[in-house]
């Protein structure tokens, strides 16, 4: 199940992080402006964050494998599609909403179906599987940009589709529902979502990860304020991304030392932290330890999430709660980019838009202070286990 969390993590993500290497090649054909081309990578985002909670409830209904087939032929089909069309509005069709919706319907059922399979290994089994979407994302856009040099974006686009609908087919025939080896109380979905404890842990979600969105979309460009190339300022986003694979690796080890709930609050300090280093980098080389430290972070965190949720809530209606939850990410990407670019627009330089990643972030992680885990599921032996949990304030 880890292979199939990985296979999945790979192709959704590094599929949709790639589109980096299409928008110039089809800019220059369709004669469309950058906000009409970005508009293709903004209604995927959308769609696949803001799809979650729906996908997530067939996937406890139905079962991985559908859902998992589902998307193959829907993501898949969707890009081979993109390949072919004749007008930018078909392609928010094929590639956004398509694209999107497939991608929802592999990734969050798998990723459920993960957190069952696994109780003493949790933490290393979901940082392994992270693994795949961070190496995903480093891989694939280069991949992409050598094939669009070598065939043109358009027979890129069926290419990418054909390989996705593969390995998403191959995820599927793998995948299986998790053992029902721990007894739960009964847990609506509803009160779930609406308990203090999620309510506080996804306004945390949306805060800093709207952080986040800054130095994704400006991070180079600021770096060439400081006198680097273009290629040096996009190596930070790389450098980003490569750490993030080490804190998703190192994950396991590093929570049974210190506890999934410290980890956790750990690694959002660490992002919020990481802006001031960004905030007062002088030079190129400390722009470089800021992309390290934030990616650790990022990592950290992406790892943890489905444990701490699981913790909080069981693994009972796993893929609605995730869901749900991941519809967060679709908040902070509505809200991110745009208000940092409000903000440098407003005052003519980065530095105050680097103070709103610092006040998003941090008030992101004093969201979840108050929040305490207590383990206590217990068995029809007796025996308390890991993978549930009362929450309360400290």
Known sequence: ??????????????????????????????????????????????????????????????????MVTLGAAVMGGGLILTGFIGQMWEGYLTYGVAAGIGAACAYIPTLAVLGGWFVQQRNAAFGTAAAGSGCGMLIVPLLSA????????????????????????FAAVLVRPPPMAVEEPHRAVGPIVRSFEFLMLYASWVLATTALFVPFV????????????????????????????????????????????????????????????????????????????????????????PSVLIELFGVQHLGAVLGIFFTASGVSAILGPPLAGFVVDMTGNYQWSIVFALLAGTTGFALIVPLKIFRGLVTKTGRTVPGSAEVSQT
Do not use: H
């Open 1 to 66: 199940m880890v292979l199939v969390s990985f296979i999945v993590g790979f192709v959704v993500f590094g599929t949709l992080y790639s589109f980096g290497a299409f928008f110039e090649p089809m800019s220059a054909e369709f004669k469309a402006s950058q906000a009409a081309v970005s508009a293709f990578f903004s209604i995927t985002g959308l769609t696949f964050y803001l799809s979650g909670s729906v996908v997530g409830y067939l996937g406890d209904r139905f079962g991985p494998a559908i």
């Open 146 to 169: 050598v094939l669009i040099e070598w065939c043109g974006w358009r027979n890129t686009s069926v290419i990418i589709g054909a390989v996705c609908a593969t390995l998403l087919t």
């Open 218 to 305: 400006f991070l180079p460009t600021y770096a060439s304020t400081l006198g680097s190339s273009r290629f040096a300022g996009s190596a930070l986003l790389a450098i980003l991304g490569g750490v993030s694979i080490l804190g998703r690796l190192g994950i396991g080890a590093l929570g049974a030392k210190v506890g999934t709930r410290t980890l956790f609050k750990a690694s959002v300090l660490l992002m919020a932290m990481s802006y001031l280093l960004w905030l007062t980098a002088p030079s190129y080389p400390w722009l470089v330890v800021f992309a390290a430290a934030l990616g650790l972070g990022y990592g950290l965190r992406m790892s943890l999430m």
